[in-house]
Every structure is written in structure tokens, then in C-alpha cells.
């Protein structure tokens, strides 16, 4: 499988693509010799870089096991695993994961591998290279959220998308949707990644300020930020950035901090 390298703005649908075509070409390309192997089951593992319980990581997870099942006619072994490396970044955290995923599937030879989140494949090329080096992988990367990322490691049989956040698009929707608004508020935790969000968002919605008003509601306790949401002005809206904990260290999966707010 060649290099695709493409910088692209969240298409979903094109990773899924992606993942297809690979399926359907490691089928058609089996010689005789090899067609045997197709009775046997093909071992698949999907490592998301956060938690279960995330909308975007959810979505993703039941769209690429559709493609998969479409793509492949004889039996799968699908694994999928959580770093929840976004609630839990320090470094033994995130070593003693790895090292659990490479002992738990030692004995296991996957067929695929489908790394999915920011700051996804830095990890995986330092903490699973050379275990991994030659399982044929289709990832997405997603960017922002994390600064001075680390230079990618590509492997040859590697393929998939890297994807950015387009803030600026979503700021003039919202802006249309509600064209009586004179102020927007931008909700972010206190965890690295929600903090990095939010300098990203100060870059992107900069040049707005000077049509209206835009207010950072960040680094608060849960009940401190719920307390201010609640007497938020009726020309105000609100923009949830991110969340993953708050100002006392309390920890949320980003949709619970959703439903609260």
C-alpha cells in the first residue's frame, strides 16, 4: 500500500473510502496460493487517542465498522481500544496503555491497524515501532488542540488523513444562523488540549472582534462556569470548544460536560 499523505478538512467520508479501498485491494490482490487465507478471519484493531463516550469518536467507530463489514465478504476480528490519553497525558500513563496493547495482541497478527485522534501518530510510531512497523495502517490525525507537534513518522504500507478544525467557518455560520447577536461566548476547560483550543480559537476568531464582542469562558470549576452559562445575555451564544476538566482538576467526558452545560 503507497504513501497518501492529504491535509484535508474532516472528511469522514473520505477516510471511510480509504478504508475500503484497502479491504477490497488486499482481496482482489491474493493469488491462488493465498486464497486459503481468506476463510481465515482478518484481524482488524482501531486505537482511538481518547475516551468511549465522545460523539466524533462514537460516529467514527460505527461508520468505519460499516465500511469494514461492506469492504470484507469472509469473517473479521474486530478489536477496537481507548488510550483516554486526553483525561490521562502524563507519559507513564500513556506508556503503560501501549505496552498493555502490545502484550494483550502479541499472539494476535492484525491485518489492519486504524490509529484515530490528535497527536496519534507521534505515539504510535514512539511507542509501537518496531511491534507495529509493518501492519499496514489507514489513520486519521487530527489537528489542533496540541502545539509543536513532533515530526510524523510515515511508514511505507501507511495511508489515511490529516484533518484541522475549521473554526473560522463554523464562527460565520453561527454568525448568519443568529445575525442579532452581539456577543459570543467560547466554553473551554482547563486541561492542556481544552487550553490549546482555546489559543487556537483566540487566533482564528481574532479578526471577528472587531464586528462583535467575544468573551472566553475558560479555567472555571463546573458549577463556577454553569452559574455563568445560566446569566448569559439573550443577544449572547455560547460555542463549546471543548472541555475534558475543570479549574478543581475534575475530569468529564466530553459529552457529559455537554449535558451539563
Known sequence: MGKTWNRQKMPVLHFLFLVFLFLRGSLLSCTPALASELTKPKNILILFHGSPGQPLYDTTLSEVTKTIQKGLDGPLNL?????????FPEKHHVQAEFDFIKRKYSSERMDLFIPIGPN?????????????DKVPSVFIEFRGGYADRPVVDRKPNMTGLITEPDL???FELILSLHPG????????GSAP??????SIARDAYREYEQRIKVTYLSDFAMQELLQKINNLPK???????????DATG????????????
Open 193 to 198: 488540549i481544552d487550553m490549546n483550543m482555546k
Open 235 to 245: 443577544n449572547g451564544i455560547g460555542i463549546y470548544l471543548s472541555f475534558t476538566q
Open 79 to 87: 478489536y477496537v481500544e481507548y488510550l483516554d490519553a486526553q483525561r
Open 168 to 170: 473560522q467557518k463554523t
Open 181 to 188: 447577536a452581539r456577543e459570543v461566548f467560547i466554553i473551554t
Open 250 to 261: 475534575m475530569n468529564y467526558y466530553g459529552t457529559d460536560a455537554l449535558k451539563l452545560i
Open 120 to 132: 496519534i501518530l507521534p505515539l504510535v510510531s514512539q511507542y509501537l515501532s518496531p511491534d507495529f
